[in-house]
């Protein structure tokens, strides 16, 4: 907003309104504040320092809520203390002002938070989340000597109601003791210091009359984030020489000359991914970029590339054999069988061992042998080259009719039998009256039919060379 578009700005009127004197001189003053603004740029200060930031961080915590019907207390408790330790800075991870915007809670009928008082909250705390995230790094402590000096005298100041003399409390003396040890810890003048971390777990005798529990308690949980507060001032001011680094909601650019080096080494491009990987884990260092990681992989997906091109220059730079003409020296595949029909070209195929299921048609393959025509389970069959010395080979697969019941091993073989001999005809080229070469066929188990398995699967085989057969039996047509 302009400090232009406040000057003779106009609201509509109706009765129990606001104030128009009251209005028209907040206008005034906010137009003398935007003109200031605007004259001046943008401040050269941060919007949030530590300053602000703890006393926001004292406002989340100290924000209370009428009860009634409405959003649930336990869910409202818990993001308001995240938003606390946002602003303290020991939040992981932290709130961020887009999650605040239209934050959403579980409803109760009874006993929950207003929720027109929540929302206003949520309002307001998105904005000094925006503010926060706005600024790049506080110049000052988050807290200060002065909001130390406030919060010891916080803690020396604080008062707990005595229970009744029958009615147990926390035992007076030790919570005194805790007092004035914070208020010198805040002071500085204590040591060893009371730490956060103490007051997470700690435990009170009792007697009667004592404090009051819930006082205490309310106490030492306000304690706790301001302790933290210190702590984590005192572990920036350790590491002041040390090269800044961004806060948890500032997000480093990522390098581009890192990104570069690892597009470039994913095809080889060598001379231009080294030294660029090099540039990349050089600019990374002091993690105000990031990008490192990206470096890093260039280098070894680099190795690979280096080590063929070492290999490739090494073999061509090696002499020929004495009285060999190296264009002599025949690179063709394994010849093919003298068999007609579409028989395998190239180099042979590794033997795999496999299950039923994942054999396909043209699949050669031994282990039949041990299974007495059935997909026994126990039984793996070695998936080869039909060049390979082989048993059987698949001519086709099919799924047997029938339905959650097993219908019968005749009925499974009449099924096998006659469909199996359809796709051997189709498979080898010819007849199987007329041919050189049998069928034969793996149906299911019963047990496993009862588990959904009903595939069968269709076989040829060579009877004369039944375990050492070496060639396909596709459109042989013998």
């Known amino acids: 907003m302009r400090s232009d578009d406040l000057r003779g700005k106009q609201f509509s009127t109706h009765r129990s309104g606001y ?3 009251e209005v028209d001189a907040f206008h005034e ?9 605007e004259s001046t740029g943008r401040p ?7 300053a602000f930031l703890a006393a926001w961080a004292e406002w989340a915590d100290s924000t209370t809520f009428d009860r009634r019907s409405g959003y649930t207390a336990t869910e409202v408790d818990s993001y308001l203390r995240a938003i606390r330790d946002t602003f303290l800075g020991v939040s992981e991870p932290p709130v961020r002002a887009d999650n605040v915007r239209g934050k959403q809670f579980p409803s109760t009928d009874e006993f929950g938070y207003d929720k027109t008082q929540v929302d206003a909250f949520l309002d307001a705390a998105g904005i000094r989340l925006a503010a926060m995230e706005a600024t790049d790094t506080p110049t000052r402590p988050l807290a200060s000597d002065a909001v130390l000096a406030d919060w010891a005298e916080w803690a020396d100041s604080t008062t707990f109601s005595t229970t009744a003399p029958r009615s147990q409390g926390y035992n007076t003396a030790e919570v005194d003791a805790l ?20 007051l997470r777990s700690k435990q009170f005798s009792t007697h009667g009359p004592g404090y009051d529990k819930t006082q205490v308690d309310a106490f030492l949980e306000a304690a706790v984030w301001r302790l933290a507060a210190m702590e984590s001032t005192e572990a920036m001011e350790s590491t002041e020489a040390m090269d800044w680094s961004p806060p948890p ?20 491009f060598v001379l231009v991914s080294i030294p660029l990987g090099i540039w990349g884990v050089i600019r990374t260092k002091n993690h105000q970029r990031r990008g490192r990681t990206l470096a890093v992989i ?5 190795g690979p590339w280096a080590i063929v091109g070492i290999v490739v220059g090494v073999m061509a730079a090696a002499p020929a054999p004495s009285g060999l003409d190296p264009s002599a020296v025949s690179t063709a595949p394994v010849a093919p069988s003298t068999v007609a029909g579409d028989q395998p070209h190239g180099p042979l195929r590794k033997a795999k061992r496999v299950s039923w299921d994942q054999l396909k048609t043209g699949d050669c393959f031994n282990g039949f042998a041990d299974t007495a025509g059935w997909k026994d389970a126990a039984v793996s069959p070695t998936r080869v080259d039909c060049r390979s010395m082989h048993e059987e080979e698949v001519t086709g697969t099919f799924t047997l009719p029938g339905g959650r019941h097993y219908p019968g091993d005749l009925a499974v073989e009449d099924a096998s039998d006659a ?8 498979y080898v080229g010819i007849d199987w009256d007329s041919s050189d070469y049998f069928y034969d066929y793996l149906t299911p188990f019963p047990s496993d039919w009862r588990q959904g398995d009903h595939k069968a699967i269709c076989l040829a085989y060579d009877p004369e060379h039944q375990e050492t057969n070496k060639i396909s039996l596709r459109n042989v047509k013998q």
């Open 29 to 37: 003053a906010a137009g003398i504040r935007l003109a200031a603004m």
């Open 419 to 426: 469909r199996c001999e359809k796709y051997f005809d189709r």
């Open 44 to 50: 050269a200060g941060p919007l949030a320092s530590g």
């Open 19 to 21: 104030d128009k004197n």
């Open 298 to 302: 260039s280098f070894v997906l680099i």
């Open 179 to 198: 007092r004035e040890g914070l208020r010198d810890t805040f002071l500085g003048v204590r040591q060893p210091p009371v730490m956060s971390n103490d």
């Open 249 to 268: 909601w500032a997000k480093p650019p990522l390098d581009k000359v890192s990104l570069i080096a690892l597009i470039t080494a994913i095809p080889g």
